[in-house]
C-alpha cells in the first residue's frame, strides 16, 4: 500500500515553526517510505483565510526543500486541493449522513445551549448536548424552516459506545462517547463546514494513510472516526505529536521567542539549519548523527523515535545546526545565501576563494558583508583590541612587515617567517599585529587566505598607515 501523508494547514497566518515541524514530519515519513506527501489548503473560514497566506505557506514550504507531490501547484491558488473549492463534495456528504439520519437539523440557538451547559455543569454533569432537536419530527422541522429558522447540522453520536485507536505517538486511546454527545458538523452561518469534518473527509478521499499532527487536534481524532466510519470511508491513521514550548515552558508564541519561517528566512536562517534542528524537536536520531540532508533525514526517520514530551525550543540548538549548515553546503548554495546580505561588490574571479575562506566565520549572512567589506573596501576601521594591539606592536614591526609583504609580493607563509628574523618576534606577538592591521579585527578566517583576497595594494596601504 502506498503511503501518503499530508499537511493541511489553515491559511490564516503566517507558518510558524510548530505547524513548519508538523509538515517536516508528514514529508519525512512520506519520503521515508517512497510515498506522497501531499499539501492541501483548509481554506474554509472565509474570514481569517486569505490567499496571500496560502501563497507564503507555499513558499516556505518550497523554501524549506519540502516538495509536495500531490497538492496546488506554487502560484495557482484555485483547484481541488484548496477546500473552498470542494464545497459541493461536502454537501453530499452531509445529505448522505442526514438522508440516513446519522445528522440532524438542530435549531438551538447559542443562548439556550448555553443555559443547558451551565444547568449540566451545576449538577455536576460534563456539559454536553442534550439531545434536545434529536428526534423532531419531518413537520417539526419543515416548521422551524419556513419560520425562517437557520439549523446547524448535528452528527447523532450513539451512546454508550467506546472510541477505540491506536495513536501512532500515544498508543491507545479510548473515548467514551457519552462523553462526546451529538456534535456540530455544520454551522448555521452560511451553513459553514466545521474543519474536522472536512479535515476528515478530504483525508480519506485523497487516500492519506497516516497522519501526523499536533497533539492539540488529539480530541478531534473520535469525532473524526465516528464520522468516517458513518459515510463508509477508511480512517487513516493518526499519530499526534507533541506540543513545542519555549524556554519558559508554555507553548511557543512570539513572547517566548517563535518566529514565523518567513522572518528567519529574512534573518538570515538557512533552510537546512531549520529543517536539521526542526527534525530533532521531538523526534530524536542517533547520537552521532550530525548534520543531514533532508535525504538523510528521512530514511533516519522513525515514528518509533517521536517523543511523547512537549519539546523546547532553544535558539542555540538552532544556532548550532546554522553553524553546521554552514560547514556542510556546497559554495554555491552558500554564496545563494550569503549574497542576501552582502552590498559590497566581490570582484567574480574572487567568488570561489572568497567563500572557502570565510565561510568557517559566518552564522549569517551579515557577517559575509562583514568580510566582504574588510576584504574589498578601502578604508577599515579597527576594533579597540586591533588597536591596542597594532600600538603595542609599534612602527618598527610594520616597517619590517612592509618590506617582508613586497619581498614576498604577499606569500604569507613567507611573509611571516621573514618577519619573524627580522622583528625577533613569534607567537602571538607575531601574527596578531599583523592580522589586526590588515583586517582592523583580532580574529577572522586564516590571514593565508586572507592576504591574497584583499590583494597586495591593499595589505601595503594597512601596513603603511602604521610606520607613518
Ligand atoms: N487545518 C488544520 C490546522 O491547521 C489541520 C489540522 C490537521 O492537521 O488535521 O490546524
Redesign the pocket.
Known amino acids: 500500500m502506498e503511503i501518503i501523508t499530508?499537511?493541511?494547514?489553515?491559511p490564516?497566518g503566517l507558518m510558524h515553526l510548530g505547524?513548519a515541524r508538523?509538515a517536516l514530519f508528514n514529508a519525512l515519513f512520506a519520503y521515508h517510505h517512497q510515498g506522497t506527501f501531499l499539501l492541501r489548503v483548509?481554506d474554509t473560514d472565509p474570514e481569517r483565510s486569505t490567499p496571500e497566506y496560502a501563497h507564503q505557506l507555499m513558499e516556505d514550504l518550497q523554501w524549506l526543500g519540502l516538495a509536495w507531490q500531490t497538492g496546488p501547484t506554487l502560484g495557482n491558488l484555485e483547484g481541488e486541493y484548496f477546500q473552498s473549492h470542494r464545497q459541493t463534495v461536502y454537501h453530499q456528504y452531509y445529505q448522505k449522513l442526514e438522508a440516513e439520519s446519522l445528522a440532524y437539523p438542530c435549531f438551538c440557538s447559542p443562548q439556550e445551549l448555553a443555559l443547558s451547559r451551565k444547568l449540566q455543569r451545576a449538577s455536576g454533569q460534563a456539559p454536553r448536548y442534550a439531545g434536545t432537536c434529536a428526534h423532531l419530527s419531518s413537520s417539526e422541522i419543515e416548521n422551524k424552516l419556513a419560520q425562517g429558522l437557520k439549523p446547524t447540522l448535528r452528527f447523532r453520536v450513539q451512546r454508550d459506545q467506546e472510541i477505540i485507536f491506536q495513536d501512532l505517538v500515544r498508543g491507545q486511546q479510548r473515548f467514551a462517547s457519552n462523553d462526546i454527545g451529538d456534535f456540530i458538523i455544520r454551522r448555521a452561518d452560511n451553513n459553514t463546514p466545521a474543519?474536522?469534518f472536512c479535515?476528515a473527509i478530504d483525508?480519506a478521499l485523497m487516500g492519506v494513510t497516516h497522519?501526523?499532527?499536533?497533539e492539540?487536534?488529539l480530541t478531534?481524532t473520535p469525532r473524526?472516526q465516528l464520522i468516517l466510519e458513518a459515510v463508509n470511508l477508511t480512517v487513516p491513521q493518526?499519530g499526534h505529536i507533541s506540543m513545542i514550548v519555549g524556554d519558559d515552558g508554555t507553548p511557543l508564541s512570539k513572547r517566548n521567542g517563535s518566529q514565523s519561517i518567513d522572518d528567519l528566512r529574512k534573518m538570515g536562517w538557512l533552510a537546512e539549519s531549520v529543517v536539521n534542528y526542526l527534525a530533532r524537536l521531538g523526534h530524536t536520531y542517533l547520537e552521532d548523527a550530525g548534520f543531514q540532508s533532508l535525504t538523510e533525514l528521512s530514511s533516519h526517520f522513525s515514528v518509533e523515535r517521536l517523543g511523547k514530551s512537549p519539546a523546547r525550543f532553544d535558539v542555540q540548538q538552532l544556532k548550532h545546526w546554522q553553524q553546521n549548515a554552514v560547514t556542510h553546503l556546497d559554495n554555491d548554495r552558500l554564496w545563494n545565501w550569503m549574497q542576501t546580505g552582502i552590498q559590497t561588490a566581490i570582484p567574480e574571479n574572487l567568488r570561489e576563494a572568497f567563500i572557502t575562506g570565510v565561510r568557517a566565520n559566518v552564522t549569517y549572512p551579515q557577517e559575509a558583508e562583514q568580510w566582504a567589506n574588510i576584504l574589498f573596501t578601502d578604508d577599515i576601521n579597527l576594533s579597540k583590541e586591533a588597536q591596542q594591539v597594532v600600538q603595542t606592536a609599534g612602527n618598527e614591526f610594520f616597517q619590517q612587515a612592509l618590506a617582508a609583504l613586497m619581498e614576498t609580493q604577499g606569500d604569507y607563509s613567507s611573509l611571516v617567517k621573514q618577519l619573524k628574523n627580522t622583528s625577533g618576534k613569534k607567537g602571538k606577538a607575531l601574527f596578531m599585529p599583523l592580522r589586526a592591521a590588515l583586517t582592523g579585527e583580532t580574529h577572522g578566517p586564516e590571514m593565508a587566505s586572507l592576504l591574497p583576497l584583499m590583494g597586495l595594494e591593499r595589505a601595503k596601504k594597512r601596513l603603511q598607515k602604521w610606520v607613518d
Do not use: C, K, L
Open positions: 499530508r499537511f493541511a494547514p489553515s490564516t505547524n508538523t483548509e474543519f474536522f479535515n483525508d497522519v501526523f499532527r499536533g492539540d487536534h478531534n473524526q493518526y
